[in-house]
Nanobody, 122 residues
Framework: QVQLVESGGGLVQAGGSLRLSCAAS????????MGWFRQAPGKEREFVAG????????YYADSVKGRFTCSRDNAKNTVYLQMNSLKPEDTAVYYC???????????????WGQGTQVTVSS
């Protein structure tokens, strides 16, 4: 069992930056690949970024490639999402999730956090 808690969301102007954190409980965190998803009002939850168990491989949606960076610190049981050059269309609730292999399919993820709101003003 893994419990995930996101933090770091907030209100930021377009062009600004935020860093989201996802803290995991449980000693098995380092055995899971992790993903970040987001969901805007009236839209489906979509894949944003993912990172392998070791952290050596990362994956990004085309919409955030070059602006967002996903990383993890297994010693701290934490995964991060650094978001730069934010745009109003990045506004959403952001979720972290755990899986055995990174996928853009929400059904492949076993554990989810409660989400953190990110709002980007124009």
């Amino acid at each position: 069992q893994v419990q995930l808690v996101e933090s770091g969301g907030g209100l930021v102007q377009a062009g600004g930056s935020l860093r989201l954190s996802c803290a995991a409980s449980g000693r098995t965190f380092s055995s899971y690949a992790m993903g970040w998803f987001r969901q805007a009002p009236g839209k489906e939850r979509e894949f944003v970024a993912g990172i392998s168990v070791s952290g050596r491989s990362t994956y990004y949606a085309d919409s955030v490639k070059g602006r967002f960076t996903c990383s993890r610190d297994n010693a701290k049981n934490t995964v991060y999402l650094q978001m730069n050059s934010l745009k109003p269309e990045d506004t959403a609730v952001y979720y972290c999730a755990a899986t055995n292999r990174v996928s853009d399919d929400v059904r492949r993820y076993y554990y989810w956090g409660q989400g953190t709101q990110v709002t980007v003003s124009s």
